[in-house]
C-alpha cells in the first residue's frame, strides 16, 4: 500500500500562483510515475500533468505554460506549480502515483484549489 498526502492548495486571485506538494509513504519502491489530476464540480476527473522516474512529463493543454510538475525522488514527492492560475483551475486537485509491475494506481485524498476572478 502507497499513501498520499498533498498540500499547498487554496484560495488564490486570478493570476496568482500555488505549489501543491505530494509525499508518498507506505510501499514506496517501484514508484514509476507520479501526477496529478483535477476535478471541477460536475465534471470527470481530468489529467493535468504526470512526470515519470525518468522526469519525461506530460502535460493537458489547458495548463501548458502555466504548470511546471516536478519530483524529488529521494524525498518520494511531487510538486505542481501552478502560475498565472485562471478561475477555470478551480478544482479539487488529486495526486496519484503508479508502480512498476501494478495495474493499481494510488491516490491522495485531495487539496481544493480556488480561483477567484
Known amino acids: 500500500q502507497v499513501q498520499l498526502v498533498e498540500s499547498g492548495g487554496g484560495l488564490v486571485q486570478a493570476g496568482g500562483s500555488l505549489r501543491l506538494s505530494c509525499t508518498a509513504s507506505?510501499?514506496?519502491?517501484?514508484?514509476?510515475?507520479m501526477g496529478w489530476y483535477r476535478q471541477a464540480p460536475g465534471k470527470q476527473r481530468e489529467l493535468v500533468a504526470q512526470?515519470?522516474?525518468?522526469?519525461?512529463?506530460n502535460y493537458a493543454d489547458p495548463v501548458k505554460g502555466r504548470f511546471t510538475i516536478s519530483r524529488d525522488s529521494a524525498k518520494n514527492t511531487v510538486y505542481l506549480q501552478m502560475n498565472s492560475l485562471k478561475p477555470e483551475d478551480t478544482a479539487v486537485y488529486y495526486c496519484?502515483?503508479?508502480?512498476?509491475?501494478?495495474?493499481?494506481?494510488?491516490w491522495g485524498q485531495g487539496t481544493q484549489v480556488t480561483v477567484s476572478s
Open positions: 496519484n502515483v503508479g508502480k512498476l509491475g501494478e495495474i493499481r494506481v494510488y
Open positions: 507506505g510501499s514506496i519502491f517501484n514508484i514509476n510515475t
Open positions: 512526470i515519470s522516474s525518468g522526469a519525461y512529463t
